[in-house]
């Protein structure tokens, strides 16, 4: 199961950044591919608004 990002999201990138597999994508809406994300954790550890988790 992978993280997901929530509607508290504010779209900083800074995830983008962080995540060693390129599991995140923005558009619309930031999104978890959950084939490359191996919950790791880089993405949430960063996040300003506490918008990644499960």
Same mark, same amino acid.
């Given at each position: 199961m992978a993280l997901v990002i929530s509607?508290?999201?504010i779209a900083c990138g800074t995830c983008i950044?962080?995540?060693p597999m390129g599991a995140i994508s923005e558009g619309d809406?930031?999104?978890i591919d959950p084939d490359?994300? &191996?919950e790791c954790g &880089?993405? %949430?550890d960063v996040c300003p608004s506490? %918008?990644?988790g499960k």
């Open positions: 509607d508290d999201c950044d962080e995540c809406k930031y999104s490359l994300c &191996t &880089t993405c %949430a506490g %918008a990644i």
